[in-house]
């Protein structure tokens, strides 16, 4: 086949991404890619062969095929021609790494973006590069690694007056900091998040779906079920104006835990379970690995402890083969759980001070007081029990005194678990 019939048929594929028929396009793309062989020495089939690559991983990323898209990244640095086209597969590479759980290709993937970007000025792809890079550190545990990325990228976003660039920084910042146990600061975050998503002009559904359910998570770790479902049910009131899986899936998980927060476990559980059929569809890890920890809690909840014990142990399976520490204390949390429940405190005792060893070591502040006032419960001693509860009171007068908003501070440390523990 002719360059000018693959142009023209490059255009069609163009067309029909516009359009939305992104099915047709990646199938369009494909047909390109099978008619013109990589390192062809044909000047302008490569220049349409590296077009139909970048637009069919964009495509692939967008449809949340990531581990496809990871191949066909790989495969568009492979062949490129150019820094130019080299940076762009570099990020895509990041990017879908991240997504399918193979954190340290993305991480030396990132960095290798970051010193392109640097070489070339390309302020743009800096920005991008120090944006993946803290998500992955986020992913991977490093908070305060993570935290100082996502400041540098937000200084060049600003800079370069990309406001969905901001937006979504500001998002990923709040999430860090979520991570921390530093909810004042991670509210502060997705507020400022939100305000940014609105001022965009645009068609923002997505944005404004992502916007609503981390701000609406930051309120449920503190307790505040009523103003959370108000967010986690505006973002699910635009599902059907999206396509993405992933964020339509995380408003199902944490609007199924507000769910469990209120004692409506079998709606709770069916929120739960939807939202664990759509991750695993969009093959992203991430959420699959949050939503394995919330049916975990859940189910024991229910008093369904097989199916608990199931989903603590995949929770655990992945973060043992994939060294994400943070993931391996929540899983032996939801086991120590399961093992109290199963009437052996001593085996409950054994994984519970794992997990917190863990969970000290990941910061996961929240954790951190509900492993102390668990291991209070099973406690042998008085004295043993007194300590726990007041390292657990300890940490949650940390979460509690930087909450700006008085109600809010009230709400959580009136809390039914945060009162199990302070008196």
Known sequence: MDTDTMQQLLSQAQARQEEGDWTQAVAIYGRILTCIPPYTRESKAIDVRLQALAAQTNLLTLQENYQQALDLSERFYAEATSDKHKLVALLRIAN???????YPRAIVTCKEALRLARDHHDEMSKAKALTLLGSVYTSTDRLEDAIIYFKKSI???????????????????GLAYQRRGKLSKAIQCHERNLRLVASIGEDNVTLQMIALNNLGEDYLFLYHTQKAMQYFQQGLAMKDNSSRLDIISDLYRNQGMALCYEYQAKAGLESLYQALQLCEQSHNVNLQLQAYYSLALAELQAD???????????????????????????????????????????QAKQILEEALFLAHETRQRFLRWQIHAELAHIATTPGLRDVHLRLAAELIQEIAAPLEDEELRQIFLAAPPVQNVLN
């Open 304 to 346: 369904n402890r097989e199916q608990a014990f199931h989903f603590a142990q995949k929770l655990q399976e992945f973060a043992e083969r994939s060294s994400v520490r943070s993931q391996k204390a929540k899983a032996l949390y939801a086991l120590g759980l399961y093992e109290r429940q199963m009437g052996d405190e001593d």
């Open 155 to 173: 200084a060049l976003a600003e800079k370069l007056k990309d406001v969905p660039l901001q937006a979504n920084v500001w998002n990923r910042l």
């Open 96 to 102: 879908s790494a991240s997504r399918t759980g193979y």
